[in-house]
């Protein structure tokens, strides 16, 4: 008898698996290979816009990816460094050998973690609530709960030109007849899409014909854990930029009704925001070029990764189009790119904690819900994995807001307004993303992850010795002045300042945009007195303090809504709510206000008329 079973081994089950068993919770983590336990079967990197924040806050709250990200990178990139700190994301080339080795070293050492392969074919569920699983041999794995984190395997399907063939990621076996069971148990379904590109054989590549994407001289790091293991690779492994050519063009558009997607194959939506290359040629027809990446996926592979040519042509077309690219004309391709469908939940069933309405007891993470990404899955395994545990020790559900964390929206995105296409977290999603920055990440939840039990005290103390540090060095900045003498007029000038009149403290030098950090500490003749991190701190805390104050009396607002709660049998039967409300409200069962304010199609009036009715309740 278990606490908690988790279902799946990739980046959900293996972040739920590890927050389980280190809340104390006997877990037991089945997967049908034990060998494909964290695999990067696309993409081999981990972070870009709005997911590198998401990393960041994995790791605030005690989760694993970012750790292992730092210790697994080929090379590091901060995006968008010359913008605002709102969208800037720190990107890292991972070796896709390297990463899930490491992941599953912790898992399989890890105390009260027990991790079996084997395939799931259906639940336990006695008097309406979950109570474990049964294994395709028949035998029961008793728990209290149980988290799916199926991915892309269930009931997947690989598509290549006409051709339709069972198969999950990297041809591995499919998880089949679990979705099916979960329809008899009343839980929706419904067909996704996705895809990945050629991979190319290193040495038949002509470098000289592309141009060298290199990542940044400063190393980042996506952990605040001052003692986790880093390591600097021994070279920084470079990316390519391509693009795509006329002849690209030609072949994939006489060529188009071979495609799985427009040949009629495809029954399944794709990502949005990851579209194949055939589809970006028809939807974006006026459009020249389209460009690629050639990305390493591990220093002990002779293969890289075309990113931005997923497609489901047969292979003979692939050929043409592969060789249609610059550099690539001679290019040998060691694996074809493909297609995969699969079955996926509708996460609008799902409490904020990704507990199913249906069946108490069961949790559905990454994938699965409809999403896209090792940092989407990772975040949700994350979450469902603390509310596991705090169901089992009748502690209060752990729910993010949205202006908390970026995993706040995307749970709260999900659960609430559900998906059509496979989700992908986006800057844009977060109407408070300059309180949700990269840099603060562990401001906001490294206490939250302290209070859940994942932050150690020796950790918590170095957060908030770091605090301390911001504080002080801000009060002294405050308190240091420098007077309009012709050196600092003149090192102002260098750095297109304007001139000093009168005294001024170095805080409010600070605020002007083109001084920094250690142009102040120049100025003053001092030395730099707080980390290159403490640093960034203060300077957007200081120049962005009216936008921030302005952001945080709005999420004072959102505070206030998501603290009227809705019990979850409240009655929407109401004369002034309109029938689409009502149907919406009845479905998804938001838990506070707030909530019930951002489902598509309920509307100011009938958030006031709950309002109202709340407080009738309330008197």
Known sequence: MYDAIVVGGGHAGSEAALALARLQKKTLLVTGNVKMIATMPCNPSI?????????????????????IADLTSLQMKMLNNSKGPAVRALRAQSDKVLYPAAMQRILFTQPGLTVEEAYVARLVVEDGVVRGVVLEDGSERRAAAVIVTAGTYMEGAVLVGNTSTPSGPDGQRPSVGLSAHLRELGIETFRLKTGTPQRIRRDSIDFTKMEVAPGDDFRYRFSFDEDAPFVHPEKEWPCYLIHTTEDTRAVITNNLRKSAMYGGLVKGVGPRYCPSIEDKFVRFADKERHQLF??????????VYLQG???SMPHDVQDLMVHSLPGLERAVIAKYAYAIEYDAVRATDLWPTLESKILPGLYFAGQV????GYEEAAAQGLVAGINAARKLDGKAPFVLRRDEAYIGVLVDDLVTKGVLDPYRMLTSRAEFR????HDNADVRLTPRGYDIG????DRMARFEAKRAAVRAETQRLAAAFVLPTPFANAFLASKGSGELKEKQSLLDLLKRP??????????????PRVTSEEAEQIEIEVTYEGYIRKA????EKLAKEEAVAIPPDFDYELHNLALEARVKLKKIRPLTLGQASRISGVNPADVQAIAIRLKGLNK
């Open 47 to 67: 972070g870009g816009p709005a997911k590198g924040t998401i990393v960041r806050e994995i790791d605030a709250l005690g989760g694993e990816m970012g750790r």
């Open 294 to 303: 050639i990305e390493p996926e591990s220093a002990s592979l002779d293969v």
């Open 309 to 311: 040519f997923s497609t």
């Open 369 to 372: 819900n409809g999403t896209s």
């Open 434 to 437: 300059l309180l949700l920055r």
């Open 454 to 457: 994942l932050i150690s005290a």
């Open 514 to 527: 083109e001084l920094g950090y250690r142009d102040v500490m120049e100025l003053s003749g001092s030395a």
């Open 552 to 555: 945080l009396k709005e999420a």
